[in-house]
């Protein structure tokens, strides 16, 4: 059974860092593609990054927010720098295995003076 389960969020200023972490069970990261997105209320959830042979991420957050995979211990980070209160945000990991998306339940980020 595939599990994403994130942690890490919460409150922190304007201009600060946050690391999200993501533990995967049921399957294994190094054979996947795994990927971060946020979502706020009222709205879709947005992509932020993937990380496959190589990472990408949204133009938003390109050159503050990296993802490194941990794959001998199934995780994956993002570690977000220069946050801003548009970042405020539930973030998820997920991934796609066996042909079907799955997702965590998410950490909440708040960025707020």
């Known amino acids: 059974q595939v599990q994403l389960v994130e942690s890490g969020g919460g409150l922190v200023q304007p201009g600060g860092s946050l690391r999200l972490s993501c533990v995967a069970s049921?399957?294994?990261?190094?054979?996947?593609?795994m990927r971060w997105a946020r979502q706020v209320p009222g709205k879709g959830r947005e992509w932020v990054g993937t990380s496959d042979s190589d990472n990408s991420y949204a133009d938003f957050v390109k050159g503050r927010f990296t993802i490194f995979r941990d794959d001998a211990k199934n995780m994956m980070y993002l570690y977000m720098n220069r946050l801003s209160p548009e970042d405020t945000a539930v973030y998820y990991c997920?991934?796609?295995?066996?042909?079907?998306?799955?997702w965590g339940q998410g950490t909440q980020v708040t960025v707020s003076s």
């Open positions: 049921g399957f294994t990261t190094v054979d996947n593609i």
């Open positions: 997920g991934t796609t295995y066996a042909g079907d998306d799955h």
